[in-house]
Nanobody, 123 residues
Framework: QVQLVESGGGVVQAGGSLRLSCVASGRTFRGYNMGWFRQAPGKEREFVAAIRWSDAIIDYADSVKGRFTISRDTAKKTVYLQMNSLNPEDTATYYC????????????????WGQGTQVTVSS
């Protein structure tokens, strides 16, 4: 059974940084994409970034390009999301998720999800 456990969220002032971690277990992840999504109150879950486990091909949402960096450590089965220059619009619960096969921007395309970690950016 796949388990994804996020950590690293918190409260930060605008302009600050946070690094989220997602520890994965329960299977080998070769061939999978690891994605980060976020969901603010009253809004739909939206794509943030994704990385292909095998070759680290990366994709970002336009809203975070140049500010966020996704990476993975295959030995630790951990995916990271380094978030810099945070602004209040980044406030949300952040989730990691896995998807077999081609990358996707759609949350519905991802099969397994973590419980989420809250990020709050104050102005």
């Amino acid at each position: 059974q796949v388990q994804l456990v996020e950590s690293g969220g918190g409260v930060v002032q605008a302009g600050g940084s946070l690094r989220l971690s997602c520890v994965a277990s329960g299977r080998t992840f070769r061939g999978y994409n690891m994605g980060w999504f976020r969901q603010a109150p009253g809004k739909e879950r939206e794509f943030v970034a994704a990385i292909r486990w095998s070759d680290a091909i990366i994709d970002y949402a336009d809203s975070v390009k140049g500010r966020f960096t996704i990476s993975r450590d295959t030995a630790k089965k951990t995916v990271y999301l380094q978030m810099n220059s945070l602004n209040p619009e980044d406030t949300a619960t952040y989730y990691c998720a896995t998807r077999w096969g081609a990358p996707s921007y759609s949350a519905a395309a991802y099969q397994d999800w973590g419980q989420g970690t809250q990020v709050t950016v104050s102005s």
